[in-house]
């Protein structure tokens, strides 16, 4: 009975074995659920391919490429969903929308959830409840002064090179400038990179773990064993993930032993004071974390936005003379070096169309933010997706919708005075309207008027030497940047 029982086996398994690679092999044309949306042959087998193309920094500008090529609906990989569609923007991320944050949040910022992170609805509306007043406009004009401290450094710093016939790296100014103001914001003191450098090593650590922090969720449990991991830029990364958590627990503690705690205004402080509805504070470990997640976000994006608009403007002549003419006649031309008050910024239209088209043509968080279809299914698009779908929609593509940004790949200032409603529904670059969309963007839109206005009222500027588009093309960790790092002008200050 052995050696029968051995040969029906062994029969089987050549029969069923070909059978299994047969059905694998049709089931994404002809059974899956899926089936019917278009996409590259290969990614209904396999998502590496766009993992690889993530760790590359790619991923925006590949799918963005396939939704050129296929339309508003992508199938990216084999239970992955991409769609420029304006009319599933709402049901994704809308104010009742069911759709829920995938894995992919789960395994940032050591796992611990956050506000951004959160993946359960209520724990996410509570800590929105908790927070939500520590970005309104009345307590971020109570940072103002803040602000304007460090911009007039950071521009009495540029004056210095010019006048040394140096030229200033502005991507590195506004990588300091950002961090230095987030940081005062968040725990009552700055690093001082304006002077220093990206040397200090809290700094340096965040930035270091971010190098892996798109892929990890595609390791799932494997992550726990990153330290041991065969490649050196894994190691390195978690290494810097651990220490980062540390160094950051170590401030944090450090904070609530001050003399002066509980007189403090910055974000820190106010988040030890928040309390839930049962009178709670929030854990160290949160604490922690969201001020983790408020320095990398008040940042990173900050001085990628001021290096891509500067370059923007540099490269037009006429928005650049526009744009001055218009803060000559708001601002007047007797003190350059003085910090503008934003009250006399936030009502310039030039100025703030420049900006709105900045953020729209190089966003700084351009990559697809993925949702979870609900378990009952979804209808969207006129395509049945069953439950555990993964679908979303990334802004780099529906900032370049033809037939509402005509001439997408323009940048042109001049077409948001004629701003439509589809125009705001599909202009994204703090995330879409709904209980997700980023509570920081009063902060960011501060920041970014009073930083251009300070630089291009004290300055004439011009290109240090050549800007290659490909220096300037979007690299993309989650995060974006400039993929050359480096954007040099000559600055001679105005008579």
Same mark, same amino acid.
């Given at each position: 009975?052995?050696?029968?029982?051995?040969?029906?086996?062994?029969?089987?398994?050549?029969?069923?074995?070909?059978?299994?690679?047969?059905?694998?092999?049709?089931?994404?044309?002809?059974?899956?659920?899926?089936?019917?949306?278009?996409?590259?042959?290969?990614?209904?087998?396999?998502?590496?391919?766009?993992?690889?193309?993530?760790?590359?920094?790619?991923?925006?500008?590949?799918?963005?490429?396939?939704?050129?090529?296929?339309?508003?609906?992508?199938?990216?990989?084999?239970?992955?969903?991409?769609?420029?569609?304006?009319?599933?923007?709402?049901?994704?991320?809308?104010?009742?929308?069911?759709?829920?944050?995938?894995?992919?949040?789960?395994?940032?910022?050591?796992?611990?959830?956050?506000?951004?992170?959160?993946?359960?609805?209520?724990?996410?509306?509570?800590?929105?409840?908790?927070?939500?007043?520590?970005?309104?406009?009345?307590?971020?004009?109570?940072?103002?002064?803040?602000?304007?401290?460090?911009?007039?450094?950071?521009?009495?710093?540029?004056?210095?090179?010019?006048?040394?016939?140096?030229?200033?790296?502005?991507?590195?100014?506004?990588?300091?400038?950002?961090?230095?103001?987030?940081?005062?914001?968040?725990?009552?003191?700055?690093?001082?990179?304006?002077?220093?450098?990206?040397?200090?090593?809290?700094?340096?650590?965040?930035?270091?773990?971010?190098?892996?922090?798109?892929?990890?969720?595609?390791?799932?449990?494997?992550?726990?064993?990153?330290?041991?991991?065969?490649?050196?830029?894994?190691?390195?990364?978690?290494?810097?993930?651990?220490?980062?958590?540390?160094?950051?627990?170590?401030?944090?503690?450090?904070?609530?032993?001050?003399?002066?705690?509980?007189?403090?205004?910055?974000?820190?402080?106010?988040?030890?004071?928040?309390?839930?509805? #049962?009178?709670?504070?929030?854990?160290?470990?949160?604490? #922690?974390?969201?001020?983790?997640?408020?320095?990398?976000?008040?940042?990173?994006?900050?001085?990628?936005?001021?290096?891509?608009?500067?370059?923007?403007?540099?490269?037009?002549?006429?928005?650049?003379?526009?744009?001055?003419?218009?803060?000559?006649?708001?601002?007047?031309?007797?003190?350059?070096?003085?910090?503008?008050?934003?009250?006399?910024?936030?009502?310039?239209?030039?100025?703030?169309?420049?900006?709105?088209?900045?953020?729209?043509?190089?966003?700084?968080?351009?990559?697809?933010?993925?949702?979870?279809?609900?378990?009952?299914?979804?209808?969207?698009?006129?395509?049945?997706?069953?439950?555990?779908?993964?679908?979303?929609?990334?802004?780099?593509?529906?900032?370049?919708?033809?037939?509402?940004?005509?001439?997408?790949?323009?940048?042109?200032?001049?077409?948001?005075?004629?701003?439509?409603?589809?125009?705001?529904?599909?202009?994204?670059?703090?995330?879409?309207?709904?209980?997700?969309?980023?509570?920081?963007?009063?902060?960011?839109?501060?920041?970014?008027?009073?930083?251009?206005?300070?630089?291009?009222?004290?300055?004439?500027?011009?290109?240090?030497?050549?800007?290659?588009?490909?220096?300037?093309?979007?690299?993309?960790?989650?995060?974006?940047?400039?993929?050359?790092? #480096?954007?040099?002008?000559?600055?001679?200050?105005?008579?």
């Amino acid at each position: 009975m052995g050696l029968l029982g051995s040969e029906v086996a062994i029969r089987l398994s050549v029969v069923l074995f070909p059978a299994l690679i047969i059905y694998w092999l049709l089931y994404p044309w002809y059974f899956s659920p899926l089936r019917k949306i278009p996409g590259p042959w290969y990614a209904v087998y396999t998502k590496w391919w766009l993992v690889y193309k993530t760790w590359r920094g790619v991923r925006a500008k590949t799918i963005h490429d396939l939704h050129l090529k296929y339309g508003p609906w992508v199938r990216v990989a084999p239970d992955e969903i991409s769609t420029s569609d304006s009319k599933a923007i709402a049901p994704i991320y809308g104010v009742n929308s069911e759709f829920t944050k995938t894995a992919f949040y789960t395994y940032q910022l050591r796992g611990i959830p956050e506000l951004f992170t959160m993946s359960d609805r209520k724990a996410h509306a509570k800590r929105r409840r908790e927070l939500a007043h520590l970005f309104s406009m009345s307590t971020i004009t109570e940072y103002e002064d803040i602000i304007a401290g460090n911009v007039l450094e950071c521009m009495d710093l540029i004056a210095a090179e010019g006048k040394a016939g140096k030229a200033s790296n502005l991507y590195d100014w506004w990588h300091y400038l950002s961090m230095d103001i987030i940081c005062e914001l968040s725990f009552g003191l700055g690093f001082d990179m304006l002077h220093k450098g990206a040397v200090n090593p809290y700094i340096q650590d965040m930035y270091g773990s971010l190098t892996i922090e798109p892929i990890r969720w595609h390791f799932g449990w494997l992550n726990r064993y990153a330290s041991w991991a065969p490649f050196k830029i894994v190691r390195d990364a978690e290494a810097c993930s651990v220490r980062g958590f540390e160094r950051g627990t170590k401030i944090v503690q450090e904070y609530k032993q001050k003399e002066d705690k509980g007189q403090r205004k910055d974000l820190l402080q106010k988040m030890i004071n928040a309390r839930d509805e #049962n009178d709670q504070p929030l854990p160290e470990n949160d604490l #922690n974390i969201q001020s983790t997640s408020f320095i990398l976000a008040g940042s990173h994006t900050t001085s990628s936005s001021l290096t891509w608009i500067v370059w923007r403007i540099l490269s037009d002549p006429g928005i650049y003379r526009k744009l001055n003419e218009e803060l000559d006649e708001a601002l007047g031309t007797e003190d350059r070096r003085a910090v503008p008050p934003h009250s006399k910024l936030d009502g310039l239209a030039y100025l703030n169309c420049i900006i709105k088209e900045g953020l729209r043509i190089d966003t700084s968080v351009p990559g697809s933010t993925p949702r979870y279809v609900p378990p009952e299914g979804a209808v969207l698009g006129g395509y049945n997706l069953p439950g555990g779908t993964i679908v979303s929609i990334q802004a780099y593509t529906t900032h370049r919708q033809p037939d509402v940004f005509p001439d997408p790949d323009r940048f042109w200032p001049e077409r948001w005075p004629d701003e439509t409603p589809e125009m705001r529904h599909l202009y994204v670059p703090f995330g879409a309207d709904g209980p997700r969309k980023c509570i920081g963007i009063h902060l960011a839109y501060m920041e970014l008027r009073v930083i251009l206005a300070a630089l291009f009222h004290r300055f004439d500027l011009r290109f240090a030497g050549p800007v290659s588009d490909e220096s300037m093309d979007v690299h993309e960790l989650w995060l974006a940047a400039p993929a050359g790092q #480096n954007l040099s002008v000559i600055a001679t200050e105005k008579e």
